[in-house]
DNA sequence: ATATCTGCAAAGACTTTGCATGAGA
DNA sequence: TCTCATGCAAAGTCTTTGCAGATAT
């Protein structure tokens, strides 16, 4: 992996952050973001449990939950709901376009599809959108997230 | 009331849809949509058992939760998820640009509001990139949600 | 040294399911 | 009448909490 989270470079870079923080660097915490980096993909807590215990068995799922919260909380990584019932996790990869995308929900197989067609035109609306509702309720907006849900190809044609 | 699910006007409408489906209109059913109707707010599940006991004590949650899963699988109400472990349920009211809002979520106390800032410009590029996704990727959209996240004025005075 | 972190087990919160009874069409 | 819907209780899922032992700095 390359990254903003890569091993190679100037260090790890979350380390900084980490420490300004006041919070230590574990052995579970690192593979977590590990785990994280390796995947492109919206995991669940217990997905990313499962990874994680490959790679080091004895970390336990409740530490999961708790370093999850913990990257959330910074701003680290994103949490996402599908509207199964169960969280989604996605590491923050810095706001630029490129790495900038939004999910397609089945609602039919909770298939989803991650997409970034108008990408650019939805930064300058969401810009202004955001400077606007700051503005006018004093929020401090920190992220944003964009779902369509529908039916994927293969729910469409069983259904028809 | 006075909208699309009002008592008013040639019979409820929804009753047609419920009819086409096969389902019953029941008093619960009823109940719910009148609770549903009268509150312009994103309640969750147990926020309209309560109403909807205080019009009808018999009615259980189960019930309210069931009722909700059918209304939601009818495209008739909106189910959000705000990250407090909790859904979120709203009356679709149609789809012009009066009644389309989205919500701004302090995710350190959990206030939401509504807002509908760049109404227009989004449903505008929102169908863009429906139109693109649903031929890229055979999808059929049906709705779409976007929410921002950050802390409320209250809350970020009092991380100061 | 010492405040933070971890794993386990248990608890908690929200939601769903099984089943007999009740109700709409 | 004959399905479909309801309510209760129980179960199911995902997530959080309490606590003693382990760990990072």
Redesign the interface.
Known sequence: MSGRWGERGPGKRWHREFRGGGYRITIPRQIILQVLDESKKHLSAEDIFLKVHQIYPTIGLTTVYRTLELLVGMGLVF?F?F?DGR?RYELCRGDDSSSHHHH?V??NCGRI?D?A??IE??LE?IN???Q??EK??????????????????RC?AIKE
Chains 1, 2 share one sequence.
């Open positions: 949490k709901d509207g969280a397609l089945c609602t599809i997409y067609e108008f035109e939805e609306l202004k959108t955001k606007e509702l006018k309720y004093g929020f401090e907006i920190r992220n944003h997230t964009l779902q369509f849900y529908g039916l994927c190809k469409k």
